[in-house]
């Protein structure tokens, strides 16, 4: 908490240019504090949210830990000899979190304004088991979970959300907008990239076992394009001016270039070119550096150079194969 209070007073808000501690409130229990104290520091936290967003502003409430504050209402309620549940949690626990959780939302305030409440609640089971109580009840009521993968952590993979066990329920909700605003086959080009994930994971359990040098080159693709994609896409610097907020239309561009990469890797190994001539041409390289080399400004004409490079490229193997065949 001292280190948040020392960083946040140092770091400048872009979109006044104060310190980002300006707009910032904290609420901490330490741990020799009362626990009813901890108990009740979720609910100040979010009353204070909703005295802001009553004046018509977006406010945005980070809950570290709901696990932490679900073990004081077990605390309390073993001290008032109640009746336990599973886990000794009290049976209320469910609905208190659920009371917590629909505190969030976006309202039309009776003098006018608009404002909105969102609620970012962190849950750190013990060992890392998500079937105990507060994390299974938690997952009833929310639909969006990010999973933190402590072995992306380990790599310096930030943010370490695991692309395969998080998941969002709002992607139906979404569909009509992102084809209005962003592309039309926005949400197909999604579904494509998280199929490539998949098989990847799927392909890593042979990898272990065997090694990568006996997969067949399609499937060396698609280990390949899974990386740019991990790493040129997922993988975020919050330290770096362009990488830092990327908007939508420069992800749809990305994800258009990953996805021509998979296209064309795949043409070459249907055209008999060994997977290890594709890997020599750098064009995975080219595209995990494009959150750095372009912009988030005036993008569309790095974008289209840089796929008319890779096709190019792509272009000449298979001409250089013919050459070769002759």
Same mark, same amino acid.
């Given at each position: 908490?001292?280190?948040?209070?020392?960083?946040?007073?140092?770091l400048?808000?872009?979109?006044?240019?104060?310190?980002?501690?300006?707009?910032?409130?904290?609420?901490?229990?330490?741990?020799?504090?009362?626990?009813?104290?901890?108990?009740a520091?979720?609910?100040?936290?979010?009353?204070?949210?909703?005295?802001?967003?009553?004046?018509? *502003?977006?406010?945005?409430?980070?809950?570290?830990?709901?696990?932490?504050?679900?073990?004081?209402?077990?605390?309390?309620?073993?001290?008032?000899?109640?009746?336990?549940?599973?886990?000794?949690?009290?049976?209320?626990?469910?609905?208190?979190?659920?009371?917590? *959780?629909?505190?969030?939302?976006?309202?039309?305030?009776?003098?006018?304004?608009?404002?909105?409440v969102?609620?970012?609640?962190?849950?750190s089971?013990?060992?890392?088991?998500?079937?105990?109580?507060?994390?299974?009840?938690?997952?009833?009521?929310?639909?969006?979970?990010w999973?933190?993968? /402590?072995?992306?952590?380990?790599?310096?993979?930030?943010?370490?959300?695991?692309?395969?066990?998080s *998941?969002?329920?709002?992607?139906?909700d979404?569909?009509?907008?992102?084809?209005?605003?962003?592309?039309?086959?926005?949400?197909? /080009?999604?579904?494509?990239?998280?199929?490539?994930?998949q098989?990847?994971?799927n392909?890593?359990?042979?990898v /272990?076992?065997i090694?990568?040098?006996?997969?067949?080159?399609?499937?060396?693709?698609?280990?390949?394009?899974? /990386?740019?994609?991990?790493?040129?896409?997922?993988?975020?610097?919050?330290?770096?001016?362009?990488?830092? *907020?990327?908007?939508?239309?420069?992800?749809?561009?990305?994800?258009?270039?990953?996805?021509?990469?998979?296209?064309?890797?795949?043409?070459?190994?249907?055209?008999?070119?060994?997977?290890?001539?594709i890997?020599?041409?750098?064009?995975?390289?080219?595209?995990?550096?494009?959150?750095?080399?372009?912009?988030?400004?005036?993008?569309?004409?790095?974008?289209?150079?840089?796929?008319?490079?890779?096709?190019?490229?792509?272009?000449?193997?298979?001409?250089?194969?013919?050459?070769?065949g002759?």
């Amino acid at each position: 908490m001292t280190q948040v209070l020392e960083e946040f007073s140092e770091l400048i808000d872009p979109k006044s240019n104060r310190p980002l501690l300006d707009r910032t409130m904290l609420i901490a229990n330490t741990s020799n504090m009362p626990v009813a104290a901890c108990e009740a520091s979720i609910y100040t936290g979010i009353t204070i949210a909703e005295y802001y967003r009553d004046m018509g *502003y977006d406010v945005a409430l980070m809950a570290d830990s709901t696990s932490r504050w679900a073990e004081a209402l077990r605390e309390i309620s073993g001290r008032l000899e109640e009746m336990p549940a599973e886990e000794g949690f009290p049976a209320y626990l469910a609905s208190r979190l659920s009371q917590f *959780y629909e505190r969030a939302g976006y309202v039309t305030n009776l003098n006018g304004t608009e404002g909105s409440v969102s609620v970012i609640g962190a849950v750190s089971p013990q060992g890392g088991d998500f079937s105990e109580p507060v994390t299974q009840n938690t997952k009833r009521f929310i639909r969006c979970f990010w999973a933190l993968d /402590k072995s992306l952590a380990y790599a310096r993979h930030y943010p370490a959300i695991h692309w395969l066990s998080s *998941y969002s329920e709002y992607i139906d909700d979404l569909t009509e907008w992102y084809s209005e605003n962003v592309s039309k086959n926005f949400m197909e /080009k999604r579904s494509r990239i998280m199929a490539i994930l998949q098989e990847e994971s799927n392909l890593m359990e042979i990898v /272990k076992l065997i090694g990568a040098d006996v997969l067949p080159d399609s499937q060396k693709v698609t280990l390949e394009v899974a /990386k740019a994609i991990r790493v040129g896409f997922l993988q975020q610097n919050a330290f770096h001016a362009d990488d830092t *907020y990327v908007p939508l239309e420069k992800q749809n561009k990305m994800m258009d270039v990953i996805l021509l990469l998979d296209d064309r890797m795949k043409e070459l190994i249907d055209k008999g070119i060994v997977f290890s001539k594709i890997a020599e041409a750098g064009a995975v390289e080219d595209i995990i550096r494009i959150k750095y080399t372009i912009g988030n400004e005036s993008i569309e004409a790095p974008f289209h150079e840089l796929q008319r490079k890779i096709n190019e490229t792509f272009d000449n193997l298979i001409a250089q194969r013919y050459r070769d065949g002759e």
